[in-house]
Structures are given as structure tokens and as C-alpha cells.
């Protein structure tokens, strides 16, 4: 075993160790207890939970955030605390950076930039950005990730497992295991700097024609499989317009909307992280003028069939088409489909789809907050479930489910007030699978990454 491979055992091992105390003294408080059916000391398990995974930072916090956002994924008292939590990790220091940058660029690696600035930008669970200019002078963002992150997110994956395996065994409406296993694939996919860097540009081709949405360039040059240099765009956080005027405000909220579901409804993509800090807003002349999509670690790429499911249950809503509905849910993997657990699937998709499906002026929930969003419409769904259950949710669904959300949150933090439904039935007007498929294959070609098998 070289020094190297002794390191990351070393590593790898301390991280197991550190996860399982924590995580696994908060299990056993569980199951001994039985906690995840409610009550307060579900609510002092979940505050347990939320401290173990705070003090801990790391790619786990990361999937601990995510699967806060995914409604049902975990008990309304685990979903409210781990929300609370803050991604942001500790920064490392200059030294421990210019290590990391002469490993990924050489040992003359400063030499390749007019100026990188050793303070970074921003930190956050996998990695941290510092501001750089190129030698012909353009601003670049680089991100560059923390070491011995692979082994850090294989220990934080696997414990994350016995969290759920405990639900399963406690609570069993929702069979959580697809959830698992599609959170832990797109987790390890952001760890993979040259897949980012080809998403990126997968979405310049997508969205190259959008003139509210803007998509940096990527230097492969100065990027590696832990490096990842970007075009710096500038840009104000989001909420810093929620007190705008009404125009600018539903501005920006067209904007959010066709950077999600135009690539969705045309090519099978979607960004599965609309996170308030992976977006921020470009000016022209003092006002808002749209958004800058910032990351692209979490990217999912669907069948075309998927879409088709999409597309299928909106119109089977509108129309009370129930044989549509019952074909949409079957075509995005729900099996052993009763009329019992149908009702109670479109108590769900009634919500999510209620926007759309509703052909005015209006808010995406009206005297909701964006804390609340979503919560009172799961909880109704696993209630129902827990008498007409159990139901598997399919993988596909996870993120579609949580990027519906996090727009939704983002609507309601700016009160947003648009026409969703002339919004939508634009998106998928003239909606065809073969040109789905085709300029999927298209895209996917142009960016370099391998067409869906």
C-alpha cells in the first residue's frame, strides 16, 4: 500500500467512524423508541439528527439539505430540522489551496491565470470557489473540490442508507429505497468536475436561444476532474429583488421557469437543484433582466418517455381523463396501481399540477409560505398511504418532484404573480416525443456526453 492509498484508508476510516457515532447514537434512538411516527419526541430525535449532521459539514449535509426538500422522503419533523441546516463547509486555508491547485495544474500552476484570489468567493459542502482572470484577461469562476471527497461521500451515503432502512421498517407508505439509491448516483455525479463541465455545456445548447437565462462558458483548459473553471457572470442574489416592483419580480419568475421547464419539455433535462444559491440575477441599466444559472452538479437526464408521462397527466387533470392519468403513472414506473392509491397519487399531482392547470393571473399558492410549500399536500398523501399503501416512488421522481418544489419556494419568496398555465401549454405546445428524442440526442451529442441507453 503506497503513502497515498494509506492516507485515504486513513481518511476513509476516520470519516466512517465520525458518520457512525454520529448517525448511528441518533438511530438507535429511533428505533428504540420508535420515533418516526410523531409526536414531541420525534421532534427532539429530528433536533438530535439535525445537531449530529451539523457538526459533521461535508457532502453529507449536502444530501441531508436535499432530501429536506423532498416531500415525504422523511418525516415532516426530520424535513423541518435538517432544513435548517448550512451547507457552507469551513474554507481551506491558501496553503492547503495552492496543494490542491499544483496536484490539478502543475507546479507552475499560477502562471496559467493573470491573478486568482486567495480568498474564496464562496464554500460550500464538496468544494469552494475562487475568483481567478484568465491570461487574456476574462474573469473565470474556479471551483475546486475538497480533498478525499469520493471516500467522504461513499461513508456519508452509506449511513444515510441506515436512516433509511429504519423508516422502512417504521413507517412503511413509502417504499424509500429508489429514493436512496437515485440520491447517492446524482450525489457522486457532482463529484465528477469533467461530467459538470459537459452539463454546462449541454445547457449553452439548450438554452443559447433564451434571453432570460445565462450560461457560462467552461475553460476545459484550466478544469480536471477536481477543477472546474467557469465564466465569472455577475449578478445580485434573488432575493434581493423580492421587494421589487411587481413587473421585475414576475420577470425573474419567468425566467426561473423557463430555465427549468423549457430544457425539460424540449430535451428530457432538468436542473434538479434550484437551490437560492446556484442562480443569481444580471442588471441592465439599474433593473433586472434575468437569471445566471451558476451549477450544474445535479443534472437529470430523462427518457423521453418521462416527459411524455409529464405531458400526459396534465392533460388527463384537465380533461378528468382517468385512463391518461392512471397511463402517465404507469409510464413513469408506479406499479400495482389501484383505484385507492391513484386517488390519493393525484391528491398529489392536483397540487403540483394546480397552477397550470388554472388559467388566470395568480400566485403558485396562495397564503402559503415558502417554508410550507408543498408540506400540508404530502403529509395529507402519506396519511392516505399509510391506509391504502404502501407505493414505491420511482427514482426519475425524486427530482422532478424537488425541482417542482424549490421553484415553487422561489415563486412564493418573490410573490410572483404569473399566467403558469399559458406558461406550461406554451412549453409543450406542438409536444412530440420523436422531437424530444431527437433534440435530445442532439444536445447531449453536442455537449459530449453519451445518449441515454
Known amino acids: 500500500m503506497t503513502d497515498d492509498e494509506r492516507n485515504r484508508f486513513s481518511a476513509r476510516a476516520a470519516r466512517y467512524a465520525n458518520v457512525g457515532?454520529?448517525?448511528?447514537?441518533?438511530a438507535a434512538r429511533m428505533a428504540g423508541a420508535r420515533l418516526f411516527g410523531g409526536g414531541s419526541d420525534a421532534a427532539s430525535s429530528a433536533a438530535a439528527l439535525s445537531q449530529a449532521l451539523g457538526g459533521l459539514k461535508g457532502p453529507l449535509m449536502k444530501v441531508a439539505q436535499l432530501l429536506a426538500t423532498i416531500p415525504d422522503a422523511l418525516p415532516p419533523e426530520y424535513a423541518e430540522e435538517l432544513q435548517k441546516l448550512q451547507s457552507e463547509a469551513p474554507p481551506m486555508g491558501w496553503a492547503f489551496v495552492k496543494r490542491r491547485m499544483m496536484s490539478e495544474l502543475g507546479p507552475q500552476w499560477e502562471s496559467r491565470f493573470q491573478s486568482f484570489e486567495k480568498t474564496p468567493a464562496a464554500a460550500a459542502s464538496l468544494g469552494q470557489v475562487h475568483r481567478a482572470v484568465t491570461k487574456s484577461g476574462m474573469p473565470i469562476a474556479c471551483k475546486l473540490q475538497y480533498p478525499d471527497m469520493q471516500s467522504a461521500v461513499e461513508?456519508?451515503?452509506?449511513?444515510?442508507?441506515?436512516?433509511?432502512?429504519?423508516?422502512?421498517?417504521?413507517?412503511r407508505a413509502i417504499d424509500t429505497r429508489e429514493i436512496s439509491q437515485e440520491i447517492g448516483?446524482?450525489?457522486?455525479?457532482?463529484?465528477?468536475?469533467?461530467?459538470?463541465?459537459?452539463?454546462?455545456?449541454?445547457?449553452?445548447?439548450?438554452?443559447?436561444?433564451?434571453?432570460l437565462v445565462r450560461v457560462p462558458k467552461v475553460w476545459p483548459e484550466l478544469s480536471t476532474h477536481r477543477l472546474l473553471a467557469l465564466d465569472w457572470l455577475e449578478g445580485r442574489k434573488i432575493l434581493a429583488f423580492k421587494d421589487d416592483t411587481e413587473e421585475n419580480r414576475n420577470r425573474l419568475a419567468t425566467a426561473m421557469f423557463k430555465a427549468?421547464?423549457?430544457?425539460?419539455?424540449?430535451?428530457?433535462?432538468?436542473?434538479?437543484?434550484?437551490?437560492?444559491?446556484?442562480?443569481?440575477?444580471?442588471?441592465?441599466?439599474?433593473?433586472?433582466?434575468?437569471i445566471n444559472l451558476l451549477d450544474y452538479g445535479c443534472i437529470r437526464i430523462f427518457p423521453p418517455k418521462f416527459v411524455g408521462g409529464v405531458v400526459d397527466l396534465y392533460r388527463g387533470l384537465l380533461n378528468d381523463d382517468r385512463a391518461r392519468i392512471v397511463h402517465a403513472y404507469e409510464t413513469w414506473g408506479f406499479r400495482k396501481l389501484s383505484n385507492d392509491l391513484i386517488d390519493v397519487l393525484n391528491i398529489w399531482a392536483r397540487f403540483i399540477y394546480g397552477p397550470i392547470l388554472d388559467d388566470r393571473v395568480r400566485t403558485i399558492a396562495d397564503g402559503v409560505s415558502p417554508g410550507e410549500y408543498g408540506r400540508r399536500e404530502a403529509f395529507q398523501v402519506h396519511q392516505a398511504l399509510k391506509v391504502k399503501g404502501p407505493v414505491t416512488v420511482p427514482r426519475e421522481f425524486v427530482f422532478m418532484d424537488r425541482a417542482a418544489i424549490g421553484l415553487g419556494g422561489v415563486f412564493l419568496h418573490l410573490d410572483a404573480r404569473l399566467n403558469f398555465f399559458r406558461l406550461f401549454n406554451e412549453a409543450i405546445e406542438s409536444f412530440s416525443l420523436a422531437e424530444v428524442e431527437a433534440r435530445q440526442a442532439q444536445a447531449l451529442a453536442t455537449a459530449g456526453l453519451r445518449p441515454l441507453s
Open 21 to 26: 457515532v454520529n448517525i448511528g447514537g441518533v
Open 155 to 171: 461513508a456519508d451515503i452509506k449511513q444515510l442508507q441506515v436512516l433509511f432502512a429504519i423508516h422502512r421498517q417504521m413507517d
Open 185 to 211: 448516483e446524482r450525489v457522486r455525479e457532482e463529484l465528477d468536475y469533467v461530467h459538470e463541465a459537459a452539463n454546462a455545456r449541454l445547457y449553452a445548447a439548450i438554452l443559447k436561444d433564451e434571453p
Open 260 to 290: 427549468w421547464w423549457g430544457p425539460f419539455s424540449h430535451f428530457g433535462v432538468i436542473h434538479g437543484d434550484p437551490h437560492l444559491g446556484n442562480y443569481t440575477v444580471f442588471e441592465a441599466d439599474g433593473a433586472p433582466q434575468g
